[in-house]
T-cell receptor, first 117, second 108 residues
């Protein structure tokens, strides 16, 4: 398997523009996670899905952020409108079970580095 | 979620063992202790996990205190490729929550 695939790897945009980040999880994984990483706040969980259904979006910072998972092999994280403080590395991860008293290893993608000017 | 405390940074010489500590005093009885690491410019990757007993795999060993309030990740012979941020994260019925981790520097 190719692992978790994210695109684009780098995105530079101007304030006010719409940004869409894409993720393809590992085939057969039931859970998908979106994280954001900054120097100040570290690695933060934004939202996660189980079987394409959003389970917890309490980490989404504002209404400007939205995430969808139309099918088991694709998810998007959209920011509209984007702001300079949204500059960060955004990671997508997937796992078979997604948390629980067993071994739910998460597999992370390479991340998308977003810069909002 | 259990709160974790890790040193901000540690340094090791190449080829020497490294012991990375983590305190998780509020861990619940069913939480597994997971360790991940993040190499420069990459996403985090799984290292090891355990519940009560010490665990070994090809990457590292995990020593868990008897009261489970702390654990130690052991790299038996640090290499330059082990330079990374190491995260300790107890996990129960919620997704993994990552703290700031420990930045490990390895000196040649």
């Amino acid at each position: 398997d190719a692992g978790v695939i994210q695109s684009p790897r780098h995105e530079v945009t101007e304030m006010g523009q719409e940004v869409t980040l894409r993720c393809k999880p590992i085939s057969g994984h039931d859970y998908l996670f979106w994280y954001r990483q900054t120097m100040m706040r570290g690695l933060e969980l934004l939202i996660y899905f189980n079987n394409n259904v959003p389970i917890d979006d309490s980490g989404m910072p504002e209404d400007r952020f939205s995430a969808k998972m139309p099918n088991a092999s694709f998810s998007t994280l959209k920011i509209q409108p984007s702001e300079p403080r949204d500059s960060a590395v955004y990671f997508c991860a997937s796992s078979l079970k997604g948390g629980g008293p067993s071994t739910d290893t998460q597999y992370f993608g390479p991340g998308t580095r977003l810069t909002v000017l | 979620d259990a709160k974790t405390t890790q040193p901000n940074s540690m340094e090791s010489n190449e080829e020497e063992p490294v012991h990375l500590p983590c305190n998780h005093s509020t861990i619940s009885g069913t939480d597994y202790i997971h360790w991940y690491r993040q190499l420069p410019s990459q996403g985090p990757e799984y290292v090891i996990h355990g519940l009560t007993s010490n665990v070994n795999n090809r990457m590292a060993s995990l020593a868990i205190a008897e009261d489970r309030k702390s654990s130690t990740l052991i790299l038996h012979r640090a290499t330059l490729r082990d330079a990374a941020v190491y995260y300790c994260t107890p996990s129960g019925n919620t997704p993994l929550v990552f703290g700031k981790g420990t930045r490990l520097s390895v000196i040649a």
